[in-house]
């Protein structure tokens, strides 16, 4: 099939992912350097993504990387986020999804370090992820000696083989850190940001009361349903 | 009883309604539209809540929804709040209350989930809440497949049923969060920002010593009835 | 002893303490009106104090009320704190202090819930508290169903007969809160902030290692010492 | 050999660290005046570093005080900061580092506190320091008596003698504090932050799974030579 590239599409996905990425500093989940934003042209299979080691303060849409899906740069002056071959793994397995955020936020990390999933505690969690957040097992010394960054995407991949990546748009990577995604690049943030706090109330709950369990499961669905999917009677 | 429709006073209700909605923001209780906030007019048996899925910072006096308590839409081009049945079930039983608010604030919502009640740990909790902040029992799978909405209302009234609603102006619903109320929209607010740090508090309490328990009940009665009722010696 | 009234002084005065008022809130310890701040006169002994229930952000330096020792109104057209006699009973006893701050503040009012001194963990601690921070006994029903606020502050006397008000500024009141001096307002700000950071830290540091103890007294000393007393080397 | 005294680079070197003290607050690692940061002009054995007990919202440039590497003041109208003995020992002991800080920042401290290293729960860690934060043991009540602050930094050098200061860049003093360090200033404050945030990390970490241990050594490599040493692939 014939890709085809559409420069004013590319400039506006380059705003779109500059501006993505700064607003993980204004919502407090990113310090320095530590997170990134992608998103995809689906027509073109063009990535765009955040720049490696510029500080957010310095950010500009010019700065972005233009990947194809095989992680060759086709523009940009700087190198791609080192965790570019991560993002590039999610893209080629969840075609639906339009960016992709990972970061160091400070209770999603957690969790993540404690390699324990997040189960679901209450009704602001089945809002947004159906049933647990998932925590993929830790890497081989084999994954993390070899194509590492790749790797972390294909155990992504594998943790989210029998799930459905539209309603679970989020995972722990063990011993790393959260990514989320979402049709576009704005949703993934908006994702990240309800991932920190849900694994902020979680972390919260467990300490309130260590036998807790998760809520039944009428309860996921009808949240999730009310929000989400043709039948969805939330928002106008 | 004849109830009249006064336009003045339903317009200023409107703006009251906005202006606590976005007290929301500001006491930092909400993120993205998690939370809202209602008030009643009781010579109309009108009542305005927040519109469903608008964002707080587009929030405008004029997209509030007005209804009567049965639910129907009097004027607004919004949808209510998904939790306006909840809100309704309040003011048909509360006779008292002049504004509800809700929301998933960060801590409440824990106590929620870990569903216990709040004990009385302290004086800053008996100048607000007479005695513990209960927590709803949870819905049966029936309740959550029918009238979901109004029955997470009838189950805040059940629980409520041997309590005196003035002197207990809010209340967690299991696996969910908080809900509270007052004499206005404003000093529901203010309930609820006075919740959450309680139960920030005591979820601080209980880790410092896990052995405490409530304060003595004269303690209890000194410091509500100081600031409450008609031989209250607080403010002027 | 005749004392004098001195206008310009009481004015300064009056000034000073509303600022003090002002600076719990820009330190982040009170949210509405949870916290008062006071400070006396020494020469005249009059202790001005912030008036009861009026919000911070409408605080007025003409708004503080004076009053004598015994608690008689001497100026101002407000009811005083209710907390008054409570600070009075300190000013009687602790004849070297100028200032007492009461606030609700987070951490620390958690450990007086609990009803737990702070121990000293650390060189932060021994910085300003000489050895632990108390916490008082509960009031027995007797005297809280008397003169309550002024048996506050007699079982604050009290805990601190056998210790030096100078070197630990400051005292966690069970089921209540924390309340500390210091030879002006200004300083009983500080020994507040100081507090609960303290009381943060300790809370902290028992989760992370509940076997910690105090420690060792020669390090309390050389740092109580380093930076107070006549052989302090610390500043300028 | 000869050390050459230059002008306008110390002039340079006390606006850098007037700066970098200034970032303790802008981060929010420090109160009042609970840290200090200094930096050495390695040409001339010159150390600059904070001024004792001046708030930082005082803080200028022509403050600073300038030291040789004994501790005599070269230049300057206030006294050093009281830790100046303890920056002095690292510097004489770790030849490669250029600046120093140390805070009381609330997570670091609590670890310090709890007399615990930090062990290396996850790759936002092993990004900049290699294996475990580690803690000092306590001082001698002779360490303590004598002469307390250069001990501080002997005890820290002492600790350090198996580790490699460039991939350890801190450390926690046991009952006091962290300390950390950089190629400049800059740098050393870039690590507290870090630090501080490992700590929270690693506190929450802790209470989620109890059995947490460290992550796997080769993904310890991985991380931190992705970003540091002559193969390093991060940034650009």
Redesign the interface.
């Known amino acids: 099939m014939l890709k085809v590239l559409d420069e004013k599409r590319v400039q506006k996905l380059k705003e779109e992912i500059c501006e993505a990425n700064l607003e993980l500093v204004a919502k407090k989940l990113v310090?320095?350097t530590?997170g990134n934003v992608s998103g995809i042209d689906r027509e073109a299979d063009l990535v765009v993504i955040k720049?490696?080691?510029?500080p957010y303060d310095k950010l500009k849409p010019e700065m972005m990387v233009v990947l194809d899906l095989e992680g060759n740069i086709i523009e940009g002056n700087?190198?791609p986020s080192?965790d570019t071959p991560t993002h590039l793994e999610l893209y080629r397995e969840f075609e639906n999804i339009g960016g992709v955020v990972h970061t160091?936020s400070?209770?999603a990390?957690?969790?993540?370090?404690?390699?324990?999933k997040i189960d679901c505690?209450?009704?602001?969690h089945s809002d947004y992820f159906y049933n647990e957040i998932p925590c993929t097992p830790?890497?081989t010394?084999e994954e993390?000696?070899g194509d590492?960054e790749s790797n972390t995407g294909r155990v992504i991949v594998r943790t989210m083989r029998d799930k459905d990546y539209i309603s679970v748009p989020g995972i722990l990577v063990a011993?790393?850190?959260p990514f989320t995604w979402g049709k576009d690049a704005h949703e993934a943030v908006?994702n990240s940001?309800?991932l920190e706090?849900l694994a902020?109330?979680?972390?919260?709950?467990?300490?309130?009361?260590k036998d807790?369990t998760q809520?039944?499961e009428?309860?996921m669905d009808?949240h999730y349903l009310?929000k989400h999917g043709k039948n969805a009677?939330?928002?106008?």
Chains 1, 2, 3, 4 share one sequence.
């Open positions: 310090i320095y530590w720049p490696s080691g510029v700087y190198n080192s160091h400070t209770y990390t957690a969790w993540a370090q404690a390699k324990r505690y209450g009704t602001t830790e890497l010394p993390i000696g590492y011993n790393h850190g908006h940001v309800v706090e902020k109330m979680a972390s919260l709950t467990i300490a309130i009361n807790i809520i039944q009428v309860l009808k009310r009677t939330y928002g106008q």
